[in-house]
Antibody
Framework: EVQLVQSGGGLVQPGGSLRLSCVGS????????MSWVRQTPEKGLEWVAS????????YYSDSVKGRFTISKDNTQNSVYLQLNNLGVEDTAVYFC?????????????WGQGDLVAVSS | DTQMTQSPSILSASVGDRVTIACRAS??????LAWYQQKPGRAPKLLIY???TLDDGVPSRFSGSGSGTEFTLTISSLQPDDFATYYC?????????FGQGTKVDIK
């Protein structure tokens, strides 16, 4: 059974940083792209970033480019999202997700979600 | 960016009803269209990918159709477990984008 378990969320002040983690099991981690998606009541679901199987390609939404960094450690079956220079607009539930297959793929498996709250 | 527009935003229905949700893309998607179901406090769950292929374990009362820029999710006979919010998503090109969601609630 595929499982994605997230950690690292919490309350942070504006301008602060946080690192989200997502550990996968039940599949060969190095064979899959991984992605992050966030959700707010106001904006709904928003794709944030995706990373290729070996980490050689990364894509970001314009809203986080230059502030967030996605990385992948296949030895730890983990994907990370480093969030820097956070603003209140980054407050959201963040999900990691695994596509079915390749880059142009649906998101077949999701983590449980992790709340990031940016507030002074 | 590809804009995804769902309609309606809210749909009130009864158990046994046939329900249809529409999703329109601002660009041709070449079948890279998925549907998700989400319940409060839970992660989205993949229902359908490549416009019409059901993910493993998804009941056959769900179906997807469409092409180009116009797509539809249909629930042939609404069941109590189906009251949830549904989202379409394009993965034709980055940035991937989602529809704003359609909440199916009890009439």
């Amino acid at each position: 059974e595929v499982q994605l378990v997230q950690s690292g969320g919490g309350l942070v002040q504006p301008g602060g940083s946080l690192r989200l983690s997502c550990v996968g099991s039940g599949f060969i981690y190095k064979d899959y792209w991984m992605s992050w998606v966030r959700q707010t009541p106001e904006k709904g679901l928003e794709w944030v970033a995706s990373i290729k199987q070996d980490g050689s390609q990364k894509y970001y939404s314009d809203s986080v480019k230059g502030r967030f960094t996605i990385s992948k450690d296949n030895t730890q079956n983990s994907v990370y999202l480093q969030l820097n220079n956070l603003g209140v607009e980054d407050t959201a539930v963040y999900f990691c997700a695994r596509p079915s297959n390749g880059a142009n793929s649906d998101l077949q498996n999701w983590g449980q979600g992790d709340l990031v709250a940016v507030s002074s | 960016d590809t804009q995804m527009t769902q309609s309606p935003s809210i749909l009130s229905a009864s158990v046994g009803d046939r329900v249809t949700i529409a999703c329109r893309a601002s660009q041709i998607l070449n079948s890279y269209l998925a549907w998700y179901q989400q319940k409060p406090g839970r992660a989205p769950k993949l229902l359908i990918y490549r416009v019409s292929t059901l993910d493993d374990g998804v009941p056959s009362r769900f179906s997807g159709s469409g092409s180009g820029t116009e797509f539809t999710l249909t629930i042939s006979s609404l069941q109590p477990d189906d009251f949830a919010t549904y989202y379409c998503q394009q993965y034709h090109s980055f940035p991937w984008t989602f529809g704003q969601g359609t909440k199916v609630d009890i009439k």
